[in-house]
């Protein structure tokens, strides 16, 4: 069929090698999932899939080998880890915003503030009911200094699981607190940063593809979280040896506390080049330095 006098088979004949390139489909597609390329042009498909020059080496054409990778290195970049029961914080808080107020305090600093919860054992745990609850000059000054809500830069989902909360009343009751995640306008951001899976011989090219003007629609945004109550059956899949009654008791206390938390504002605010930097310090990482390849692309 001819478009403007050129046929619309010659113009997909002339983009679909880079279009497939370029994205993946369906659920998961950032983290690789839904990866196709045309037969036989893996070579042509590095070239556009190189937009950013950071890709992964995995020495390996097994699809769970691919993903499992993306995903240990994405959790590192965005998350951080437990390892042996110590926290490991991830790329994009240890290089950028250690100091800050982010999501994760945020949440931590507004559970404490109500004086009837208690998190786990953990020292940073500890740190926090030290430094939030009996000192409350340093809490107030805190609850009127603006959060961030850093992980979010790298794609934020509905809602938050906050795990292992208990009743100060009764330390051996232990809940996973969710929050809603309101963005107004903005619902749903998936991740700036896309995973492309290219298989080559028996190793496979993982190029790294950024999406800076996805990035740059929630700069100065605000988002908001917001605690769910709790109900009987959560409750019990976190707390052993609770009765029916038991249960009722404290889910009603529980959930009178979190009524009186109030939403949690968050500010979205990107630095300039941010994934450019994020890349470097992931690239000058130990873990990462026989992986992670690349600087600017070919």
Same mark, same amino acid.
């Given at each position: 069929?001819?478009?403007?006098?050129?046929?619309?088979?010659?113009?997909?004949?002339?983009?679909?090698?880079?279009?497939?390139?370029?994205?993946?489909?369906?659920?998961?597609?950032?983290?690789?999932?839904?990866?196709?390329?045309?037969?036989?042009? *893996?070579?042509?498909?590095?070239?556009?899939?190189?937009?950013?020059?950071?890709?992964?080496?995995?020495?390996?054409?097994?699809?769970?080998?691919?993903?499992?990778?993306?995903? *240990?290195?994405?959790?590192?970049?965005? /998350?951080?880890? $437990?390892?042996?029961?110590?926290?490991?914080?991830?790329?994009?808080?240890?290089?950028?915003?250690?100091?800050?107020?982010?999501?994760?305090?945020?949440?931590?600093?507004?559970?404490?503030?109500?004086?009837?919860?208690?998190?786990? !054992?953990?020292?940073?745990?500890?740190?926090?009911?030290?430094?939030?609850?009996?000192?409350? /000059?340093?809490?107030?000054?805190?609850?009127?200094?603006?959060? *961030?809500?850093?992980?979010?830069?790298?794609?934020?989902?509905?809602?938050?699981?906050?795990?292992?909360?208990?009743?100060?009343?009764?330390?051996?009751?232990?809940?996973?607190?969710?929050?809603?995640?309101?963005?107004?306008?903005?619902?749903?951001?998936?991740?700036?940063?896309?995973?492309?899976? =290219?298989?080559?011989?028996?190793?496979?090219?993982?190029? =790294?593809?950024?999406?800076?003007?996805? +990035?740059?629609?929630?700069?100065?945004?605000?988002?908001?979280?917001?605690?769910?109550?709790?109900?009987?059956?959560?409750?019990?899949? #976190?707390?052993?040896?609770?009765?029916?009654?038991? #249960?009722?008791?404290?889910?009603?206390?529980?959930?009178?506390? =979190?009524? $009186?938390? *109030?939403?949690?504002?968050?500010?979205?605010?990107?630095?300039?080049?941010? +994934?450019?930097?994020?890349?470097?310090?992931?690239?000058? !990482?130990?873990?990462?330095?026989?992986?992670? #390849?690349?600087?600017?692309?070919?």
């Amino acid at each position: 069929m001819p478009l403007c006098g050129v046929a619309l088979d010659e113009i997909i004949k002339g983009s679909i090698d880079k279009f497939f390139a370029i994205n993946n489909f369906g659920l998961r597609q950032n983290k690789g999932f839904g990866s196709f390329i045309i037969r036989d042009k *893996e070579n042509e498909s590095c070239n556009y899939a190189n937009t950013s020059g950071y890709y992964l080496n995995i020495n390996s054409t097994d699809n769970k080998d691919i993903l499992n990778g993306i995903k *240990e290195f994405y959790q590192e970049l965005k /998350n951080g880890i $437990n390892y042996n029961g110590e926290y490991k914080p991830s790329f994009l808080m240890k290089e950028f915003f250690k100091e800050r107020l982010n999501d994760k305090k945020a949440m931590k600093i507004e559970i404490l503030n109500t004086g009837k919860f208690e998190l786990d !054992s953990k020292k940073e745990n500890k740190k926090y009911n030290n430094q939030f609850v009996t000192d409350k /000059n340093a809490l107030k000054k805190d609850r009127e200094t603006n959060y *961030e809500y850093i992980r979010g830069m790298l794609g934020f989902a509905n809602f938050y699981s906050f795990r292992k909360v208990k009743l100060k009343e009764n330390l051996n009751v232990m809940f996973d607190l969710t929050f809603n995640v309101n963005g107004g306008e903005i619902e749903r951001f998936k991740s700036p940063i896309t995973f492309k899976p =290219i298989k080559l011989g028996k190793a496979t090219k993982v190029f =790294i593809i950024f999406d800076d003007d996805n +990035l740059n629609r929630i700069n100065g945004k605000e988002i908001y979280l917001k605690p769910n109550k709790i109900n009987e059956k959560y409750l019990k899949q #976190c707390t052993r040896n609770l009765s029916y009654e038991q #249960c009722q008791k404290y889910i009603k206390v529980i959930n009178s506390e =979190i009524d $009186n938390i *109030e939403p949690i504002k968050l500010n979205l605010k990107i630095p300039v080049d941010f +994934l450019k930097s994020l890349m470097k310090a992931a690239k000058e !990482s130990k873990k990462f330095k026989n992986l992670f #390849c690349g600087g600017e692309p070919q």
